[in-house]
T-cell receptor
Framework: SQQGEEDPQALSIQEGENATMNCSYK?????LQWYRQNSGRGLVHLIL?????REKHSGRLRVTLDTSKKSSSLLITASRAADTASYFC???????????FGKGTRLHILP | GAVVSQHPSRVICKSGTSVKIECRSL??????MFWYRQFPKQSLMLMAT?????????EQGVEKDKFLINHASLTLSTLTVTSAHPEDSSFYIC???????????FGPGTRLTVT
């Protein structure tokens, strides 16, 4: 089963624009993570935000977490062609270290 | 560098044969490892939890007799796809939590193609 739902499922934007992806989840969590996956490749861990945090930054990435709405957003600023990939949110439901992935957003940066 | 490795990175096998995939934690011991499966253009689906020294626990809908998991040591878990069929062709990814660091690490994945 999947815990998270990403929105949108696919997103195409011009290079240089900002990209925002949203994730909603169903049950209470310990933390939420965002991963990137290039086509046919492994996962790259982007950022982890804990349930008691509301916002986190890492370079061009900004993640927010609203536990009252059970949602998170990933903002990529000043997008680049290399940002073209699938992005997944994943939640740790505070039991057994299991990480459950959302359906993902396929981001395409247009030159 | 990588802290979780998988072997092989890709494998092609004939229908009806069995394939073993290894997942190793390189710098830490993992009493628990997880196996995921990912079909093209889809997300990662958790298949099972591999427990060192005890039986694996499987997610709903995953056939335990088809996907045999053995967690033989604190650094190695193996997934054997038995009597593989073309519909088992997928990208298999393992992960291991590094409890002391509170982080989880993913292997690079194994692409299985069953012909």
């Amino acid at each position: 089963s999947q815990q998270g739902e990403e929105d949108p499922q696919a997103l195409s934007i011009q290079e240089g624009e900002n990209a925002t992806m949203n994730c909603s989840y169903k049950t209470s969590i310990n933390n939420l993570q965002w991963y990137r996956q290039n086509s046919g490749r492994g996962l790259v861990h982007l950022i982890l935000i804990r349930s008691n945090e509301r916002e986190k930054h890492s370079g061009r990435l900004r993640v927010t977490l609203d536990t009252s709405k059970k949602s998170s957003s990933l903002l990529i600023t000043a997008s680049r062609a290399a940002d073209t990939a699938s992005y997944f949110c994943a939640t740790d439901m505070n039991r057994d270290d299991k990480i459950i992935f959302g359906k993902g957003t396929r981001l395409h940066i247009l030159p | 560098g990588a802290v979780v490795s998988q072997h092989p990175s890709r494998v092609i096998c004939k229908s009806g044969t069995s394939v073993k995939i290894e997942c190793r934690s390189l710098d830490f011991q993992a009493t628990t490892m997880f196996w995921y499966r990912q079909f093209p253009k889809q997300s990662l689906m958790l298949m099972a939890t591999s427990n060192e020294g005890s039986k694996a626990t499987y997610e709903q809908g995953v056939e335990k007799d088809k996907f045999l998991i053995n967690h033989a040591s604190l650094t190695l878990s193996t997934l054997t796809v038995t009597s593989a069929h073309p519909e088992d062709s997928s990208f298999y990814i393992c992960s291991a939590p590094w409890t002391g660091k509170g982080e989880q690490y993913f292997g690079p994945g194994t692409r299985l193609t069953v012909t």
